[in-house]
Each structure stands twice: as C-alpha cells, then as structure tokens.
C-alpha cells in the first residue's frame, strides 16, 4: 500500500492535532502527518489517511488517539541538556533556597519539568540538587525538601519515565560516567535509576493547554524545547498561565535557542555568564 496524504486529509488532521496538543504543523511540513501516521494506517488497515482520521473521530478510542499524539510528538530529549539550568542550580539558586528553606520561608521547593518526555531532565534536577547537597556537606536540607513534579502529554512516555529504565544509547546522551555509576544500576543491557532519586519525581499525564492552578505554585519551572511546536496564541496563553502559578521570585528555564517576544510581558530575562533564565514580574506590563 502506498497511501498518500491529500490536501483535504492534512487539513483535517492539522486542525485535529493542534486541538488535542497544540502542535501546528505548516502547510511545508505535512510530510511530518502522512510518515507519522503511516504505521497506525497500516496497522488499522486502512487505505487512506482520510479513512483513519474517520476512524478516530468515530470510536472514541482513547488509545488510538493517543498513538497520534505519540507519532506526532517528538520526545527528544538527554540528560543534563544544555548544562546551563543546572550551572545555575548550583551557582545562585541552590545556595539561595537552602537559606529559604532554614529560615522558614518555604516548607518545600517545588520544580515542575513541563513537557517532560521519558524523564530525563527531571531525574538530571533531581540528581543535580542531591549531588550539590553532598558536595557542599550540607545535611540539614536534603532532596526531601524538594519536589519535582514533570509532566507529559503522551501517558507513553510518562509510564516510560516513571520506570526509569533505559537503554545503553539513552544513557550515553549527555549522562557523565561518575554520574551514571553514582545512581544508577546496570541490569543487563539496562539502566535503572536509583530508587531513591526516582521516589523524589512525580510523573503526571498533563496537556499544556489545560489549566495550570491545579499544579499548585513553582519557584521554577523548565519548558523547555516545546514552545516551538506551538502557535503564537498558545505561546501566549502558556506564559501567561506560568505566570499564574509561580511564585512571586520564580524562575523559567526556557532552551537555549528559544528566545520568544511574548516573555517580556511576564519575564524578565536574567544572565548570568553566559546562561539565561527568565525571572517572573511582580506585575505584569
């Protein structure tokens, strides 16, 4: 079979994809939709793209449009990605919640790694702040005072990183060696994350596009890597709502390519060396 995808299908699926996980997909890239999809068509057997999008309109099965959204998504992801964010964990923000935390002015320092994918930069945050502690000698703060919760769109890679298992090549990506052999245990051809670093994440199935207020307030949040996947009237929808649930000195991680016009209003960008973070406004502009 060799099923091509008209411009009627790409219409139709372009508008269902966005409404169910905010990804917009140009006219110039439809090519992402029809060798995305091919395999769920084959596996339907289906003959046209325009049969499965009928399909998943008509059955109201969760689990087929969760394998759009895990075919459309891009889940790219590896440990400690870019450095910075956790350059400035050790260097100001650590040093500055430790004394939050023994004055009294937080119970707990919470973090939230949006768009989470299979867990790795949640577990790198959690590995980073464990680590610090122990290098500093510091035993009155530990990573019980910290709570981390990272969120996905795919329950997929939400149950993948909830495991915390992964393959030699996974582990390879960015994951220094002293670090590896420090948390994690090798079974087989496998890497199991510690239990004690994988007990201080919580994974959560979340859609950005939904309402925030539930998470509960931040002091820092990464979201990182998926704004650009979005339209410009999500972008803007997803920092105002950030905005809305971090506190009044939280801090935004964004990638190290994303600079985004729409920040301004609710962020003020911070450096320090040469990485970037985003400092929420007392006031909006």
Same mark, same amino acid.
């Given at each position: 079979?060799?099923?091509?995808?008209?411009?009627?299908?790409?219409? =139709?699926? #372009?508008?269902?994809?966005?409404? #169910?996980? @905010?990804?917009?997909?140009?006219?110039? *890239?439809?090519?992402?939709?029809?060798?995305?999809?091919?395999?769920?068509?084959?596996? $339907?057997?289906? %003959?046209?793209?325009?049969?499965?999008?009928?399909?998943?309109?008509?059955?109201?099965?969760?689990?087929?449009?969760?394998?759009?959204? /895990?075919?459309? %998504?891009?889940?790219?992801?590896?440990?400690?990605?870019? *450095?910075?964010?956790? =350059? &400035?964990?050790?260097?100001?923000?650590?040093?500055?919640? !430790? +004394?939050?935390?023994?004055?009294?002015?937080?119970?707990?320092?919470?973090?939230?790694?949006?768009?989470? $994918?299979?867990?790795? +930069?949640?577990?790198?945050?959690? &590995?980073?702040?464990?680590?610090?502690?122990?290098?500093?000698?510091?035993?009155? !703060?530990?990573? $019980?005072?910290? +709570?981390?919760?990272?969120?996905?769109?795919?329950?997929?890679?939400? /149950? &993948?990183?909830?495991?915390?298992?992964?393959?030699?090549? $996974? !582990?390879?990506? @960015?994951?220094?060696?002293?670090?590896?052999?420090?948390?994690?245990?090798?079974?087989?051809?496998?890497?199991?994350?510690?239990?004690?670093? *994988?007990?201080?994440? *919580?994974?959560?199935?979340?859609? =950005?596009?939904?309402?925030?207020?539930? =998470? @509960?307030?931040?002091?820092?949040?990464?979201?990182?890597?998926?704004?650009?996947?979005?339209?410009?009237?999500?972008?803007?929808? !997803?920092?105002?709502?950030?905005? @809305?649930?971090?506190?009044?000195?939280?801090?935004?991680?964004?990638?190290?390519?994303?600079?985004?016009?729409?920040?301004? #209003?609710?962020?003020?960008? &911070?450096?320090?060396?040469?990485?970037?973070?985003?400092?929420?406004?007392?006031?909006?502009?």
């Amino acid at each position: 079979m060799n099923a091509t995808l008209t411009d009627n299908e790409f219409k =139709l699926f #372009k508008k269902y994809i966005e409404d #169910k996980c @905010g990804i917009e997909i140009s006219e110039g *890239k439809s090519y992402l939709i029809e060798t995305r999809l091919y395999r769920l068509l084959v596996d $339907s057997g289906l %003959t046209s793209f325009e049969e499965l999008y009928n399909l998943i309109m008509r059955a109201n099965d969760l689990s087929l449009a969760e394998r759009v959204i /895990d075919a459309i %998504t891009t889940n790219e992801t590896l440990w400690f990605r870019d *450095k910075a964010p956790w =350059l &400035m964990l050790e260097k100001v923000l650590l040093p500055r919640f !430790v +004394e939050m935390l023994r004055k009294g002015q937080r119970r707990k320092i919470r973090l939230w790694s949006a768009a989470a $994918s299979t867990g790795q +930069e949640a577990y790198s945050t959690a &590995m980073c702040i464990d680590s610090w502690l122990a290098r500093n000698g510091i035993n009155d !703060v530990t990573l $019980s005072n910290f +709570e981390i919760l990272a969120t996905d769109i795919s329950h997929t890679v939400i /149950d &993948m990183a909830r495991n915390g298992r992964y393959d030699a090549i $996974s !582990v390879m990506r @960015g994951l220094d060696p002293v670090i590896r052999d420090r948390y994690f245990k090798k079974e087989g051809t496998v890497w199991e994350i510690d239990n004690r670093i *994988k007990s201080h994440v *919580k994974f959560q199935q979340f859609n =950005l596009q939904n309402n925030y207020l539930l =998470l @509960g307030k931040f002091d820092i949040v990464f979201c990182r890597y998926v704004l650009i996947y979005f339209s410009d009237s999500l972008k803007e929808s !997803v920092f105002s709502k950030l905005y @809305g649930v971090m506190e009044n000195d939280g801090m935004l991680f964004l990638g190290s390519s994303e600079l985004y016009d729409k920040t301004d #209003k609710y962020f003020e960008m &911070m450096h320090v060396d040469n990485a970037v973070y985003y400092r929420r406004r007392e006031q909006r502009l």
